[in-house]
């Protein structure tokens, strides 16, 4: 056998021999490479795995790792977007050393030119159940928002499960928005995020249906343009993303956050009054895990070549599509197992002991994708990784 095979697990138990083909023909951007997209890549964190905590209990960062991954995602051009979803906030990382995610962030962002960063701020310290009005969940933002804007920092307005919670319906989140926006210091980007992503958000904006929660937060934006930078959303439905950008007000980006269609909003349609009507900017979780091609593909996208940039992507989104598969909200654990593999960080373990949340076999599934899509960097480091982890399972390789 090829040292660069390996036996995995394939349908129905069965074991398949699996040639790695290696790293992709593609760059990542040169620092300092001037983009025509602003582009966040939502960070993960690297937990501790040698701290003596009860994992689903506590959280355990290790900075180090975590800092430095954040640098290598600035060195190919990509802004981070910081206590996120994607760094398990609401799944792990509470808001204490969310806080302190984000202060260490700033003091590196400071260290490194040109870095582009914005912070998660949310609700999270309010357990939902304990929210009793939408004065709490007022009072939550405005916590949060303070302390962030006191280290400098940048803010992305988290959707907030206390107030799907406690709004009885589009009236209270006009409510909440324009009294929190009406304070920030510099435009924010809000965040649209659906309930594939986290059940507790069903109905957000006030309602069920689609249509009339978009119309809710169009509004919203209308009413606070000058106080909102833009807008992710993560639906996963293309044709909402498309009809909600070209309804932004002048100078209000789209942040997409659609795992399963990126490449084609990102690269836009060229339709609509304004030039952010006729293409997404990015603000993804998938960036974390194909950073480098993500990179490669925005610079050839700057630099005129759309067949490149498509050429580079499209490999990725058969993988974005299967880390990010139902249910959607493990889908960290890929995001994790993508660093593992690739070197970034010296374990397999996650904050919360998420790393349980995916199979075997999903994993394996990944690994090839990743592999084809060129996202395998160093094939011999892979190899001994998967082995590790297949011998765990039982499996051996």
Known sequence: MSTRQIKLPGANRTIEDYALRGPGNFTPAAPGTALNRISYSAAHVVADGRAAIDPWLECAIDWDATISYRRHLWSMGLGVAEAMDTAQRGMGLDWPTSLELIGRSIDAARDTPGALLASGCGTDHLAPEAARSVDDVIRAYEEQMAAIEALGGRLILMASRALARVATGPDDYERVYDRVLGQAREPVILHWLGDMFDPALKGYWGSADSGAAMATALGI????????????????????????????????????????????????????????????????????????????????????DEARFHAILAPTVPLSRHIFCAPTRFYKTGVVFMAWINGHQDHFVMVGGQQSSRSLPHLCELFRLADGAGLVRDPDLALERMRHLLALHGVSA
């Open 221 to 304: 934006i209308a009413a606070n343009s000058s106080k909102v930078d833009g807008i992710k959303i993560s639906l996963l439905d293309k044709d909402k993303e498309v009809a909600m950008r070209r309804r932004l007000p002048s100078g209000v980006r789209m942040y997409t956050g659609d795992d399963f269609n990126y490449a084609e909003l990102i690269a836009g349609d060229g339709v609509g009054d304004e030039p952010t009507h006729r293409h997404s900017d990015a603000l993804l979780g998938i960036f974390d895990a194909i950073a480098p091609a993500a990179s490669a593909a925005l610079a050839a996208l700057a630099g005129g």
